[in-house]
T-cell receptor
Framework: KNQVEQSPQSLIILEGKNCTLQ??????????LRWYKQDTGRGPVSLTI?????NTKSNGRYTATLDADTKQSSLHITASQLSDSASYIC????????????FGKGTMLLVSP | DVKVTQSSRYLVKRTGEKVFLECVQD?????MFWYRQDPGLGLRLIYF???????EKGDIPEGYSVSREKKERFSLILESASTNQTSMYLC?????????????FGPGTRLTVT
């Protein structure tokens, strides 16, 4: 069964600090991995998408890495801001036609002043 | 700019009522999706559609139906709402072109069934 596990479940950091969120998956055959940011009460917004051949991708202060061999990904947030407080969801797509996705349960990040 | 809109941000309905949730996308996407999101469970796929009048069941279709009469509009129907359908409902769309099938989400509808 395809699964995506995220850790930690929640995290509190001080404004200005860096943090790293983890994602492990067992989705096969693998197509791509995405990280979404979801503000409270809002829909998810895509941060990065990585295919099999990509091992790092950045979007401003967000940097995602992918190790397809170990089936692990991380999302690193640099110099955190209060607006980074949100749920971060790892989503993995299998090669199954109409984009059937497997969602992680998310990491809830709180950036404290 | 990509846009997916949902008809209501908040909705309160009574048990047994028929509920319609509407989703519209302006990107000419072929694929549209309905998810529900519950604390501790993440997003779960209810139904998706890959073309007008076409639909496929997702992981949790029981108690729901869908309608796609036009390419830009995808409706989720709760025939007889129950309290266990209280949830956040998210609509998404994606293009069939390209390799990544990136999904764009709407803002969500928080439905409360009393």
């Amino acid at each position: 069964k395809n699964q995506v596990e995220q850790s930690p479940q929640s995290l509190i950091i001080l404004e200005g600090k860096n943090c790293t969120l983890q994602c492990n998956y067992t989705v096969s055959p693998f197509s791509n991995l995405r990280w979404y940011k979801q503000d409270t009460g809002r829909g998810p917004v895509s941060l990065t998408i990585m295919t099999f051949s990509e091992n790092t991708k950045s979007n401003g202060r967000y940097t995602a890495t992918l190790d397809a061999d170990t089936k692990q990904s991380s999302l690193h947030i640099t110099a955190s801001q209060l607006s980074d407080s949100a749920s971060y969801i790892c989503v993995v797509s299998a090669l199954s036609g109409y984009s059937t996705l497997t969602f992680g349960k998310g990491t809830m990040l709180l950036v404290s002043p | 700019d990509v846009k997916v809109t949902q008809s209501s941000r908040y909705l309160v309905k009574r048990t047994g009522e028929k509920v319609f949730l509407e989703c519209v996308q302006d990107m000419d996407h072929e694929n549209m999706f309905w998810y529900r999101q519950d604390p501790g469970l993440g997003l779960r796929l209810i139904y998706f559609s890959y073309d007008v009048k076409m639909k496929e069941k997702g992981d949790i279709p029981e108690g729901y139906s869908v309608s796609r009469e036009k390419k830009e509009r995808f409706s989720l129907i709760l025939e007889s709402a129950s309290t266990n359908q209280t949830s956040m409902y998210l609509c998404a769309s994606s293009s069939s072109a390209g390799a990544t099938y990136e999904q764009y989400f709407g803002p969500g509808t928080r439905l409360t069934v009393t």
